[in-house]
């Protein structure tokens, strides 16, 4: 999907704006961005394009708003064909840079210019953006990048090795592809130490040259979760403050998320009944045992739930938390 919304925005520019690529880290959705705006650069060169991080986009309106270089910074970005904006949920919580995101949004959208955003999370997941901005981006075309399977995860280690010429056998490509799970990166980290390893002794990669050179990266990769990296995910899968779990709330907008850290706590890590309870709020392991009943009624109904003020399809949420887990 997110490949078909790509060739779409290049091909059909305007039509199908603002577009949405969003999934973990390392899954691509910066690269994806700037080939966007390559391949429409290509098929017209006549385009003006723009790639901007969320960051870069803050930053520069902060300091035309500090100087005199206001109507700069937006003929920058208003004046282009194509603009895009990578790490959009950064703007949670920026209230004027919002606004100024608002107007740009508006401004090009009015022009019949195409927009594309990525984030780390779905629409969703940036109600802190504000209904209006939100609207358009379900108005436009939203795509998830998810991580890699084992198949593409194989194809990224055989294609890197090819490019470099680097002779990996078969077994040693599945065993990088088996234990490196988290993301390109990662996998990229792998080869680029089975080929320092290989120069070093001056011998073949081999199987057992995989393992002994790759221990603590697949240790890393393979770690366990504990009940902190649990909590870590659902806050900011959810925008949740980093003590709003633990705290004894029982609003829906807490109240939900905690019982969906408690089920994944169960489903991830192998906490005791009572130190997830402890864990959560200094709850009884009653409380944790119901949470997680809770949670399973919710997935067979198919229930919506308010998590954090926003409302989320159970399995949905689910997924959402459990790619923040798996990026890290």
């Known amino acids: ?16 704006s603002p577009v949405l690529l969003h999934g973990p880290t390392g899954v691509g959705k910066s690269h ?7 391949q429409a650069r290509e098929q017209r060169p006549e385009l003006t394009t723009l790639v901007l991080s969320a960051e870069q ?6 300091q035309a708003l500090r100087g005199t270089g206001l109507p700069g910074f937006r003929r ?24 100024e995101l608002q107007s740009t949004v508006d401004s090009l959208h009015r022009a019949g210019k195409q927009i594309i955003f990525a984030s780390d999370r779905d629409v969703e997941g940036l109600a802190g953006l504000g209904s209006e901005l939100t609207g358009r981006l379900r ?9 890699p399977d084992h198949d593409v995860r194989r194809g990224i280690v055989a294609g890197l090795a090819s490019r470099r010429r680097l ?8 065993y990088l592809a088996d234990h490196l799970t988290r993301h390109a990166r990662e996998l990229i980290g792998g080869v680029n130490r089975l080929e320092a390893t290989s120069h070093m002794l001056g011998v073949p990669v081999t199987l057992e040259l995989a393992r002994e050179s790759l221990a603590d990266l697949v240790r890393s990769s393979s770690r366990s979760l504990r009940l902190a990296d649990v909590e870590k995910a659902v ?3 959810f925008g949740l403050g980093a003590a709003d779990l633990q705290n004894s709330r029982r609003s829906r907008a807490v109240n939900h998320p905690r019982m969906l850290a408690m089920f994944l706590a169960r489903k991830h890590t192998g906490a005791a009944l009572t130190e997830i309870g402890r864990y959560f709020g200094r709850r009884s392991h009653s409380t944790v045992i119901a949470a997680e009943k809770t949670v399973r009624k919710w997935m067979t109904m198919q229930t919506d739930v308010v998590l954090a ?5 159970v399995e949905q949420a689910i997924r959402h938390v459990e790619d923040v887990l798996r990026a890290g």
């Open 1 to 16: 999907m997110a490949y078909a919304a790509a060739e779409l925005a290049t091909s059909r520019l305007g039509e199908i």
């Open 32 to 38: 994806l961005l700037a080939a966007i705006c390559s």
């Open 57 to 62: 986009f803050t930053t520069n309106f902060l």
């Open 76 to 99: 920058s970005c208003r004046a282009v064909d194509l603009l895009a904006i990578d790490d959009l949920h950064f703007f949670i919580g920026k209230r004027a840079t919002l606004l």
């Open 139 to 147: 108005g436009g075309i939203t795509a998830a990048i998810l991580p």
């Open 167 to 174: 002779n990996l056998p078969d077994e040693v490509i599945s």
């Open 235 to 237: 806050c900011k899968a």
């Open 309 to 313: 003020d926003a409302t989320w399809d």
